[in-house]
């Protein structure tokens, strides 16, 4: 089959599914309000891969059937070729202005990372290795939407999953069938997950210990699947009357994110990754490829965004001139050092990679890593520093229809910028709003910030992961100088 477009993936939307928000049950996600413009830019992705403008930059020739494919799903062979992901991943970004940290692209990369590393599901039982790479090229082949869930409820954090009031609150194996086996309980969080294809669940790296083993699984399944629900939280855009001049971001691009309940579901066997493994559960995320993927194209979207943050500062501060003044304009040079500093490390995470156990190449994790620590606290300090910027003209903002109502010579006048009319210069003040302060993008702020999962849990591992030796022995070698200094008195 390969790429699909837009409308094959809005009519695979139809399949039956159990959707649960504001108090109803969705029958059919394609027309029900707040997923209706998310839907949309998804689709409007896919129809990308169709278009002749796009197609040689964002496909490839499948390995088996020939058809083309997302690129995504390429294992690069070099860096010029996970460069040219790179560029691929950028045009997915720019259509959704790097606001969008779910559309398909982010899983794309994720399943072909967790298929390079096949070989780690081989170690518990070479039927999981098949199915593993089975999976990947049904995924590739069908250009299925994929979400994810990978956390257990935060029900008593305290304990563990086998702890807890019910054996099942969290999800865990409740039996084995012939067909496979049957699971009971619920994940989270599952962005996009009403809207997607397939759901993947696997372990979040936290660590598992005896008694957990029915909660140590890996497997996947449609979403369609009898008795899987999706129970969301309220929306930040109920309604999609929202127009693109007032809400730019939020009218368009709301991620809702899903509990995911299993009430007795049955994973067949070929679905099947690993299970009552704490072993898997507990290394499977920081193996080799698993992450490292996803972790590029995550980068990428990124460098999207903070483009999108420099530009909106820029034209923020031109618009009524307080960027002559040297303390503004500090804060714009602040902003754009972050977004090079972070393109900097993208370029060197893919020259300075290395070809893994298949032959192909992974981006520098190093790298990767070291950017997902700093992105989330640049990305708070941005929103900062676009708040001071703006002021109380971030506050200030009419609608775009009181621009053509009956005082519209007045807001035209009153709301006017140091070159522009009132209309113009409004709207740059309410992208800027949108771009931080609605309640939807508020959420993709918080979002950002637990994007690695808990970020001190993260920067204490990556101190231990990341590569410093040529420090460490430039740092000795000072250390020796200094005790050879009283070599003599040393017994």
């Given at each position: 089959m390969g790429i699909r477009t837009g409308k094959q993936y809005k009519e695979g939307?139809?399949?039956?599914?159990?959707?649960?928000?504001?108090?109803?049950?969705?029958?059919?996600v394609t027309q029900y309000p707040a997923f209706r413009r998310p839907i949309e830019a998804i689709a409007n992705l896919y129809d990308m891969k169709h278009d002749a403008r796009y197609q040689a930059a964002l496909t490839f020739s499948s390995p088996t059937t020939k058809d083309l494919c997302d690129i995504c799903f390429m294992p690069p062979k070099n860096a010029n070729e996970l460069g040219k992901k790179t560029e691929a991943y950028k045009?997915?970004?720019?259509?959704?202005?790097g606001v969008m940290g779910r559309s398909p692209?982010?899983?794309?990369?994720?399943?072909?990372?967790?298929?390079?590393?096949?070989?780690?599901?081989?170690?518990?039982?070479?039927?999981?290795?098949?199915?593993?790479?089975?999976?990947?090229?049904?995924?590739?082949?069908?250009?299925?939407?994929?979400?994810?869930?990978l956390g257990t409820p935060q029900i008593d954090r305290s304990k563990a999953s086998h702890e807890q009031r019910d054996l099942f609150l969290h999800l865990g194996v409740k039996e084995e069938t012939q067909e496979g086996i049957i699971v009971r309980g619920a994940k989270q969080l599952a962005t996009m997950g009403p809207i997607t294809d397939e759901l993947l669940v696997f372990p979040n790296g936290r660590s598992f210990k005896e008694g957990d083993e029915r909660y140590c699984m890996a497997f996947a399944i449609p979403v369609s699947t009898p008795g899987l629900k999706m129970l969301c939280r309220q929306p930040f855009v109920p309604q999609d009357d929202r127009n693109?001049?007032?809400?730019?971001?939020?009218?368009?691009?709301?991620?809702?994110?899903?509990?995911?309940?299993?009430?007795?579901?049955l994973v067949p066997w070929e679905r099947v990754f690993f299970y009552n493994n704490v072993e898997a559960a507990n290394t499977m995320r920081?193996?080799?490829?698993?992450?490292?993927?996803?972790?590029?194209?995550?980068?990428?979207?990124?460098?999207?965004?903070?483009?999108?943050?420099?530009?909106?500062?820029?034209?923020?501060t031109d618009s009524v001139k307080t960027n002559v003044f040297p303390q503004v304009a500090e804060r714009v040079g602040i902003i754009i050092a972050m977004l090079k500093s972070h393109e900097s490390a993208l370029y060197a995470a893919e020259q300075?990679?290395?070809?893994?156990?298949?032959?192909?190449?992974?981006?520098?994790?190093?790298?990767?890593?070291?950017?997902?620590?700093?992105?989330?606290?640049?990305?708070?300090?941005?929103?900062?520093?676009?708040?001071?910027?703006?002021?109380?003209?971030?506050?200030?903002?009419?609608?775009?229809?009181?621009?053509?109502?009956?005082?519209?010579?007045?807001?035209?006048?009153?709301?006017s910028g140091a070159n522009s009319d009132g209309?113009?210069?409004?709207?740059?003040?309410?992208?800027?709003?949108?771009?931080?302060?609605?309640?939807?993008?508020?959420?993709?702020?918080?979002?950002?910030?637990?994007?690695?999962?808990?970020?001190?849990?993260?920067?204490?591992?990556?101190?231990?992961?990341?590569?410093?030796?040529?420090?460490?022995?430039?740092?000795?070698?000072?250390?020796?100088?200094?005790?050879?200094?009283?070599?003599?008195?040393?017994?």
């Open positions: 939307l139809r399949s039956p599914r159990e959707v649960y928000i504001n108090g109803e049950k969705v029958t059919d045009l997915y970004a720019k259509s959704t202005y692209e982010f899983m794309n990369a994720h399943i072909m990372g967790i298929a390079e590393s096949a070989r780690f599901f081989g170690k518990w039982g070479e039927q999981f290795e098949q199915n593993m790479h089975r999976y990947f090229e049904y995924v590739r082949e069908n250009d299925l939407f994929l979400t994810h869930a693109v001049y007032d809400h730019p971001f939020s009218s368009r691009f709301e991620e809702n994110d899903a509990m995911v309940v299993f009430d007795d579901v920081f193996n080799a490829d698993v992450s490292i993927h996803a972790t590029h194209q995550a980068t990428v979207r990124k460098l999207v965004k903070f483009g999108m943050a420099a530009a909106i500062a820029s034209k923020l300075c990679g290395e070809f893994n156990e298949n032959g192909n190449w992974r981006p520098n994790k190093d790298y990767l890593e070291a950017q997902n620590i700093l992105y989330a606290k640049n990305n708070e300090a941005i929103v900062d520093l676009l708040k001071q910027m703006g002021a109380a003209g971030l506050m200030l903002t009419p609608s775009g229809h009181d621009f053509f109502g009956p005082e519209s010579e007045n807001f035209q006048y009153y709301f209309f113009h210069r409004v709207q740059i003040a309410k992208m800027a709003w949108d771009f931080f302060g609605d309640a939807a993008t508020q959420r993709l702020l918080h979002y950002e910030r637990f994007y690695i999962g808990d970020p001190m849990f993260y920067a204490a591992g990556y101190s231990n992961r990341a590569n410093i030796k040529e420090w460490m022995s430039l740092t000795d070698e000072l250390l020796n100088e200094g005790r050879a200094v009283f070599s003599t008195q040393v017994k």
